[in-house]
């Protein structure tokens, strides 16, 4: 006797399940990126030399700096950090290009804006990690330095300023990241970035010594300059304006034009 098989319609619903895959949380893809920046050989040793650079731009400000002070110590730390803060924004995108690994991720996870967005919320969070553990590494040199020197403990650093040196370093970050998700080279991206950080800086400024009218509206072209007014703190309403539209050129449209690539480029 042969067994006939009748199909039987499948409801909607059971069609919707099948087809219906499991999203991955966008905090399981933070972790997996936190990981990536640490599992590499030049993200361990970038942000390992960052903390020990600290470490030591401390010790040698308090045998030569003559008047110790909170100030002293954060703008010793903060000159290794703000290099290695931005190389580490620009690692935690191109290593997905310049390893091969990106098919595999983008495979993986096919919505690239939710991979880009892990990737920054990752960088974020080891740029605000670092900036406190500097900020408290120079705090313990602060006390210490000044205890051995015999001197007062000076803190000249207030809370609105530390604010301000805080948004400034994220900034910077933010610029390597950028330039990861724009060029998405490791050494092109660490090229750009001095070119950004040193040569652009020095051509601004020699143009602004010797033409009026640049040094009138360096503020509102130059994103180096604004950003840099960050560090002393109490910015004006117009300082506010000169980080707001540079940076609007320099940091928000070309990161925008990246996102755009990476959305819709192919990943070999």
Request: aromatic letters at 10%.
């Amino acid at each position: 006797m042969s067994t006939s098989v009748i199909d039987r319609p499948v409801s909607k619903a059971r069609v919707r399940g099948l087809r219906s895959t499991e999203t991955i949380p966008t905090s399981r893809l933070i972790g997996v990126e936190l990981q990536k920046m640490f599992n590499t050989r030049s993200g361990f040793w970038l942000l390992t030399g960052g903390a020990l650079l600290s470490v030591v731009a401390t010790i040698i400000t308090v045998f030569a700096d003559p008047d110790l002070s909170y100030g002293s110590f954060a703008a010793a730390i903060g000159a290794p950090l703000s290099i290695v803060l931005p190389m580490a924004g620009i690692l935690a995108v191109t290593s997905e290009w310049s390893q091969r690994t990106g098919l595999t991720t983008f495979t993986l996870v096919p919505h690239r804006g939710q991979v880009i967005g892990a990737k920054l919320a990752a960088t974020l969070l080891v740029g605000v990690t670092s900036i406190a553990i500097a900020f408290s590494v120079g705090a313990l040199g602060n006390v210490a330095g000044s205890a051995l020197m015999g001197q007062d403990t000076v803190w000249d650093i207030s809370v609105g300023n530390a604010l301000t040196i805080f948004f400034a370093d994220g900034l910077g970050m933010l610029m390597g990241f950028m330039l990861g998700v724009l060029i998405r080279n490791s050494p092109g991206a660490i090229v750009g970035y001095f070119v950004y950080a040193l040569v652009l800086p020095a051509a601004f400024g020699a143009l602004a010594a010797f033409q009026d009218w640049f040094e009138r509206i360096q503020g509102w072209v130059d994103f180096q300059f604004a950003s840099g007014q960050l560090y002393d703190g109490g910015l004006t309403a117009t300082e506010w304006a000169h980080l707001a539209v540079s940076g609007l050129v320099w940091l928000v449209i070309p990161l925008a034009v990246g996102l755009r690539l990476v959305v819709r480029s192919e990943v070999k």
